[in-house]
């Protein structure tokens, strides 16, 4: 039997409560010639039924092997063009989201292509607002992008991912092993796209304890992985000028209510309208349509977040400059 010319590799690990989803939306996939891959990298119980109701292949890692590896796995042993990656979380919003996602790799117009979340959302206050704070983010970068990666749901020329090694397979859970993945793709010349028509739904809950730990951690992780590999922080689909002037502002700011009483209400005062007024397309667009209690909650979560965001470059720099004293400058942001 001919083998199909995209496969679609899903990363697996305690993701019950999400990956039906995922596979009914994809079992879905219009004007795509597909195959299914499924790595089992542990804590999964519904796997078995599910392979044989959606007709997909199960790969079994030795447990707990890390999102990069598990993606390497899956990717093993294909001789077709593309390969889609697809988070277990992650449900695609129609039946042609795969077929748009892949179409500029197909036609020689990308190497490589990334999706974005649609901006809804089924869970609370702090899912909604990450939802929508992405859609947004994800949906101004378009065109070609340099030095970043997305993972969640993205495309790639199997040939060039072969050239490019894979994804790195020294990080345990989700580390940067996309942020790695992109830079070196720009390294090697190769050109990765922004295709905001390919959305998708994001399934995984979350609380408020998870909403700044999330941002802490991957802020802490780009801000390493991008001193190690020497490019610009403004090179990506994450960050831009007016993301780390509005950052700088906030921790500003955070320091002067601190110490209103010896510098006086104006400095607070004109930090704060600064402030604002480099946040301000950010929450009128994302944010506004959900009524006014969502929108001043997402006032103070941007602001909250944008203060983890400092910390996270302060701890990621902090991490970098302690590798070079070491004369371990080279090394991964984390090791297995």
């Known amino acids: 039997m001919q083998q199909a010319s995209i496969r679609i590799v899903i990363p697996c690990r305690n993701a019950d409560d999400t990956i039906e989803s995922c596979l009914s939306a994809i079992s879905q996939s219009e004007g795509i010639d597909f195959e299914v891959v499924i790595v089992d990298d542990g804590e999964n119980a519904t796997l078995n039924e599910l392979k044989e109701k959606y007709r997909c292949a199960v790969v079994r890692s ?27 979380d ?4 129609k039946p042609n989201t795969i077929a748009i996602l892949v179409e500029p790799v197909k036609l020689g117009a990308a190497h490589a292509t990334v999706g974005r979340y649609s901006g809804s959302s089924r869970g609370n206050l702090f899912a909604t607002y990450k939802h929508r704070y992405l859609a947004y983010t994800y949906g101004s970068k378009i065109g070609e992008l340099t030095n970043t990666f997305w993972t969640a ?34 390294k090697q010349g190769g050109t990765l796209v922004a295709v905001p028509e390919a959305q998708a739904h994001h399934l995984a809950s979350l609380d408020f304890l998870g909403l700044l730990a999330n941002d802490l951690r991957k802020g802490t992780e780009d801000i390493y992985v991008h001193w190690m ?13 007016v993301d780390i002037l509005a950052v ?17 209400f104006l400095p607070v005062l004109v930090c704060g309208g600064l402030y604002i007024s ?19 909650q997402s006032v103070g979560l941007t602001f909250l977040l944008d203060i983890v965001r400092g910390v996270g470059v302060m701890a990621g720099t902090t991490l ?13 942001f984390f090791k297995k």
């Open 62 to 88: 030795r447990g707990g092997v890390g999102a990069g590896a598990a993606r390497n796995l899956g990717a093993a042993g294909f001789a077709g063009d593309i390969l889609v990656f697809v988070d277990a």
């Open 90 to 93: 992650v449900e695609v919003l």
């Open 153 to 186: 749901l993205c495309a790639v020329n199997r040939g060039w991912f072969e050239t490019l090694g894979g994804f790195k397979e020294c990080y345990t859970g989700a580390g940067p092993e996309d942020i790695e993945f992109g830079i070196e793709l720009t």
């Open 229 to 241: 590999r020497k490019v610009p922080l403004t090179n990506n689909r994450h960050v831009a000028l």
């Open 248 to 264: 700088a502002l906030s921790c500003m700011l955070s320091l002067l209510l601190v110490v209103q009483g010896l510098v006086g």
């Open 278 to 296: 480099f946040r301000l397309k950010l929450l009128r667009k994302a944010f506004t349509g959900q009524g006014p209690v969502f929108f001043l």
């Open 320 to 332: 970098w400059v302690m590798r070079v004293l070491s004369g371990d400058q080279n090394a991964p």
